[in-house]
């Protein structure tokens, strides 16, 4: 199937299928566009941030060894932020979900299963 295609014609599908209205509809572009918005940023900020981590160890070995408190040193403080910011993205996100894209989706779902499209 070809993008110009649309979605239902190459498996036989009907253009008026709810689905494939609910894809070509401006609810569903918004929904898009938001997720990108978020998605694309954020995963280019964990990826700098982990590759950060992970060139410090590779290069900077003498940085990274750099004692803080007893054993603990700058490495290890770097390592374990690695899953504070896992976990922190996550909670981001689905803050970010709730108040932008379920509401967008639930319309959508509504329409679909509804028949009103």
Do not use: C
Not at 7 to 26: E, F, H, I, L, Q
Not at 28 to 33: G, H, S
Not at 68 to 89: D, E, H, P, R, Y
């Amino acid at each position: 199937m070809s993008t110009a295609e649309p979605a239902g014609a190459a498996s036989g599908g009907r253009a008026s299928d709810p689905w494939t209205v609910a894809y070509a509809s401006t609810e569903f572009a918004t929904l898009r566009t938001r997720l990108r918005g978020f998605i694309f940023p954020m995963t280019a900020f964990f990826l700098v941030w982990y590759f950060l981590y992970v060139m410090l160890a590779a290069f900077a070995p003498h940085f990274m060894a750099i004692k803080v408190a007893g054993n603990i040193n700058i490495g290890l403080i770097f390592g374990l932020l690695q899953f504070v910011s896992t976990f922190t993205i996550t909670t981001i996100y689905v803050r970010f979900a709730n108040r932008y894209l379920d509401p967008v989706s639930s319309r959508i779902r509504e329409h679909v299963e509804g028949g009103t499209w």
